[in-house]
């Protein structure tokens, strides 16, 4: 799997060595708010990160490598069925208000169209007015479709 670069991060392609920086900055429950569950300790992630890795081919996972600060901040993902790509971003709370999801999407959907993606696609809460604001920036748009209580927002075509 691709590493992908911008100047401000480095989307690393996820190990299981990446468990326990990660349980750290995943640790508050406030980041559960519109996605449910609640934080996972170092061991239930390091397993959860084993299945990622050895999952199916379509499974795409990062983590967020913040250059200036040197240290993990998130993680974003893709799950490829065909030409179609479904996303999810999330950053760390003392790494928000900063830009860092908008650019890791940003560079996560460029890369997905540089694969011949043809739809990429974010299941977003209605509530969740930041993760909007991201799914915009990285070119997707709201549908009237809906999935489970959140939005479909949808990005088809053309060059990110």
Known sequence: MDTI??????????????ADEMAVTLSDPELHTYTGGAPLTPQELRARYERLVAGPEG????????????????????TIDGRTAEVGWV???PWQGRGLATVAARALVGWLVKQEIDTVV????????????????????PTDRWHDGEVRWERTGGPA
Request: cysteine-free; glycine content about 6%; overall charge neutral.
């Open 59 to 78: 499974w795409r996972n990062w983590v967020i490598w913040l250059r200036e600060e040197k240290r993990l901040v998130g993680y974003v993902q893709a």
């Open 91 to 93: 950053i760390g709370t």
């Open 122 to 141: 974010a299941h977003i809460h209605p509530d969740h007015a930041a993760s909007a604001a991201v799914a915009a920036s990285a070119g997707l748009r």
């Open 5 to 18: 670069e911008t100047p401000l991060v480095v989307l690393l392609p996820l190990s299981t060595e990446h």
